[in-house]
């Protein structure tokens, strides 16, 4: 392994550890102090969220271990406030999948989604025919 990859493997670790400590700290607990890289919410952003539970009132970067082929990815405090604020993404919503994952599942969709549109048009088509 070359000496720059290996460096980046020692950050990504450090990050995952330095993750995995964040993870215990209760996001909704208004007696703690948010962490140092996290980002504070806006409550009446998440206003389409109707929920009795508490709210966050911050986010800190997640780990995510993804459903699908297990690699450990970071769900960044960024993502999660577009995720919940501006995409308007359920509260209870949590990232389950990796970018690449997410990827290629998409390019199935539309994939499939072609093929189905492709299949009516034809038929339509035929309709005209008759
Ligand atoms: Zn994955």
């Known amino acids: 392994m070359s000496e720059k990859k290996q460096k980046h493997k020692e950050l ?5 550890k330095r993750l995995k400590a964040l993870s215990n700290i209760d996001p909704c607990d208004k007696n703690i102090k948010p962490p140092v890289d ?7 952003k998440l206003a389409h969220n109707n929920t009795y539970g508490p709210l966050p009132l911050f986010y800190v970067d997640k780990l995510v271990v993804c459903r699908e082929c297990g690699t450990q990815e970071v769900w960044t405090a960024e993502q999660q406030k577009w995720w919940y604020e501006i995409a308007k993404g359920n509260i209870s919503s ?8 997410r990827k290629k599942n998409h390019e199935r ?9 492709d299949g009516v048009a034809k038929k339509q088509k035929r309709k005209k025919e008759i």
């Open 12 to 16: 990504l670790w450090s990050r995952i």
């Open 94 to 101: 949590i990232a389950v999948k990796c970018r690449s994952c």
């Open 109 to 117: 969709k539309a994939a499939a989604r072609k093929i189905h549109l």
């Open 38 to 44: 996290s980002i504070l919410s806006d409550h009446s």
